[in-house]
C-alpha cells in the first residue's frame, strides 16, 4: 500500500481542479466522537458539522472550516441542523491506480482509498479520499480554458 506523506498536490502535474457539486444534510456534534466513514475515523468536536451525503457517505467538519465549505439551504439557518449546499470551491485531486493511505489534517485521523479512488486537497494540509463512484457523481472538472 502506498503510504502518502507530506502530500501536497500543487506541486503534482497529474493533479486537476475540480469543485463539488453536492447538496448535504448537516448536524451539529453535541459532545466528541468519532464517525466511521468508508475511508476510515473522523474524529469531531462539539460543533464540528456531521455530514450525510448525497451517496450515503458520512464524514465530519471542522466547525472552523465548514462555514466556508457550505452555505445553508432555506429554510435551513446557517449554523443549524438542516441541508447544505457545498460552496463552488476549486480542490485539487488525483486519482490513484493503487491502493494508499493519506493523513487527514482534522484529528490526525488516516484515511485509505482503494485502488481507482481519488486523493483530495482542499487547502493546504487540508486532505481526503472519495472513492470511485461518489466521486463521479459529486465533483465536477475545472475547465482549464
Do not use: C
Not at 46 to 51: F, S, V, Y
Not at 61 to 78: G, H, N
Not at 107 to 115: I, T
Request: aromatic share 8%.
Amino acid at each position: 500500500m502506498l503510504e502518502l506523506r507530506n502530500i501536497d498536490l500543487t506541486t503534482d502535474p497529474l493533479a486537476e481542479r475540480y469543485v463539488k457539486t453536492e447538496i448535504v444534510t448537516v448536524a451539529f456534534a453535541r459532545q466528541a466522537g468519532e464517525l466511521a466513514s468508508l475511508e476510515g475515523p473522523n474524529r469531531y468536536q462539539p460543533g464540528d458539522a456531521l455530514i450525510s451525503g448525497s451517496t450515503g457517505s458520512r464524514w465530519s467538519v471542522a466547525r472552523q472550516r465548514f462555514d466556508a465549505k457550505y452555505e445553508a439551504i432555506l429554510p435551513t439557518v446557517a449554523g443549524e441542523d438542516g441541508r447544505y449546499r457545498a460552496r463552488p470551491i476549486a480542490i485539487l485531486a488525483k486519482q490513484l491506480a493503487e491502493a494508499f493511505s493519506a493523513e487527514r489534517s482534522a484529528g490526525g485521523d488516516v484515511l485509505h482509498g482503494s485502488p481507482g479512488d481519488w486523493l483530495l486537497q482542499y487547502g493546504p494540509e487540508d486532505f481526503g479520499v472519495a472513492e470511485q463512484s461518489r466521486f463521479m457523481q459529486v465533483y465536477e472538472k475545472i475547465s482549464s480554458h
